[in-house]
């Protein structure tokens, strides 16, 4: 039976570090099976056996192909699924009785219907379709909806900024967010978000739904945020331009369901959030990075529990000296004292009632190039992307008030330099087992294909080495594509000799 990622992640920290130790395993068989895709996601294990898709596109418009392979990464057998002229696939999630998916498709006079998809783990019998039903949201676009499912896979949620429909424009945005589960009990709750701003102008940012069908969504006013650079050192109330949406009842009781809006507030201006959902009492929690007034970079990082109701739990930390020090790293292309461009990745809640706060350094650089085309020099601008360092704030034991104890501070160094035409190489993917987290990334600045294995223990030790280098293996795994599908087992595409296969990395901590 499957089991999930984040209640793995709750278990994942114990009081006793083991030795370092992994086995890794690869399919046998390349190409995967769809030849015409060039995106590759494992869904998860259901009765030992995993789940894939292959898919051309992110949004599935061209359908996609479901593989299953047994417990050694051995090919069963796959299903090629047909999607219909504009449906978008927004969600793929496996459970013990099929494999569903949420899609949209983008009808006339902009009405937009959703549908809910089965197919059985056999991949043998044709699959099932529900309507879920047909709403009035305007000509939407791929960014205006997103989609999440419950921990325990029994429910499913959408959520969309839309701003007219086929009735004339509406002044506001408004948010639509559709509450399901897996048998096709649906609800449906709107509302009109105080933004100013068009959808064109807002972005999402994460949205999670817990066992109880409660739904959180965060979004951000991208201009706002803009507009308040780290090196402008001024103060334009950055903590607005984070805006949460919580909706209750949408299923369960219309006439008592609810869509509540606010901003994140932390320290002075929030520079970076997200959202998570506890796999234990099931709150919803924001984390992230904040910045001081007048400050040119990040300044601290905080955690909140979005129910004051309960347990709650405000722990806002501002970075020492020291800790600026390794925040800033080698890599600061603006030379200043402050630690900058980092992203809030994953919060992880630890069985002693601490956290793990994961951020990743990540910014754009511009570089103008020169070429000749028959001797006239010809000028462009090519863009750089930066997967800078992996840093992991380790927050411990509640103390008086519910707040926490700042603990340490453990930086990765990682430097990795793109154009667009290596990108999906960069990042890096992460998996828990036992008393450490994992992190596996192609580390090529030196050598090309080679990868390699992070290994951040509960006692705070920190062990590198190469899962692969170049002289025993040629491969490049897509470490955003990755996932842990088991407790302590990744699965992940990798490249070999310009061919894909699966592979699967499981620790033995």
Not at 143 to 165: E, P, Q
């Amino acid at each position: 039976m499957y089991r999930l990622a984040r209640q793995i992640l709750l278990l994942a920290f114990v009081l006793t570090n083991k030795s370092w130790g992994q086995s890794v395993f690869i399919s046998n068989k390349s190409q995967l099976n769809h030849r015409k895709s060039q995106f590759h996601k494992p869904i998860g294990h259901v009765n030992n056996q995993l789940y894939t898709i292959d898919f051309g596109n992110y949004q599935l418009e061209t359908g996609f192909t479901i593989e299953q392979y047994d417990e050694q990464l051995g090919y069963v057998k796959s299903k090629e699924i047909k999607t219909v002229s504009r449906e978008w696939v927004l969600k793929v999630f496996s459970t013990d009785s099929g494999i569903f998916w949420i899609s949209v498709i983008r009808g006339k006079r902009g009405m937009v219907e959703v549908l809910l998809t089965k197919q059985e783990l056999g991949l043998m019998a044709d699959t099932e379709i529900k309507r879920i039903g047909s709403f009035d949201w305007g000509e939407i676009s791929e960014k205006d909806v997103v989609c999440d499912y419950s921990l325990d896979r029994k429910l499913w949620t959408l959520a969309i900024l839309y701003n007219s429909g086929s009735r004339g424009f509406q002044p506001s945005p408004k948010i639509g967010v559709i509450v399901g589960d897996i048998f096709g009990k649906w609800g449906y709750k709107d509302g009109v978000l105080p933004s100013k701003m068009s959808v064109s102008e807002l972005q999402w940012k994460a949205i999670e739904i817990n066992n109880l069908g409660e739904v959180m969504c965060l979004y951000f006013d991208e201009n706002r945020l803009e507009k308040s650079s780290l090196f402008m050192g001024k103060s334009v109330g950055v903590s607005e331009a984070f805006v949460w949406i919580h909706a209750r009842n949408v299923m369960f009781d219309s006439a008592k369901s609810t869509i509540g809006v606010g901003s994140v507030q932390a320290v002075e201006n929030v520079r970076d959030v997200i959202v998570v959902c506890h796999p234990v009492n099931q709150q919803f929690y924001f984390a992230g990075y904040f910045q001081a007034a007048e400050s040119k970079g990040l300044d601290g990082c905080f955690v909140e529990s979005f129910d004051k109701g309960m347990d709650t739990c405000r722990f806002i930390h501002w970075f020492n000296e020291i800790e600026t020090k390794q925040l800033t790293g080698i890599v600061n292309p603006k030379r200043t004292d402050k630690p900058q461009y980092f992203e809030t990745r994953e919060l992880i809640p630890l069985d002693n009632g601490g956290w793990v706060l994961i951020g990743e350094q990540y910014y754009i650089t511009r570089q103008m190039e020169t070429y000749y085309v028959n001797g006239v020099p010809q000028n462009t601008t090519r863009q750089y992307f930066h997967f800078g360092d992996i840093a992991l704030s380790f927050l411990g034991l509640p103390f008086q008030n519910n707040a926490y104890r700042y603990d340490s501070i453990i930086v990765i160094r990682k430097n990795q330099v793109s154009s667009n035409n290596n990108i999906y190489l960069f990042g890096y993917g992460m998996y828990v087992c036992g008393g450490t987290v994992n992190f596996l990334y192609n580390d090529n600045e030196l050598e090309s294909n080679r990868i390699m294995h992070v290994k951040v223990g509960a006692d705070l030790s920190v062990e590198r080495g190469w899962l692969f280098k170049q002289e025993n293996i040629i491969g490049e795994i897509i470490p955003e594509e990755g996932k842990q599908t088991e407790y302590c087992l990744f699965t992940v595409p990798l490249i070999r000799n310009k061919e894909w296969y699966w592979m699967q990395v499981l620790g033995d901590d």
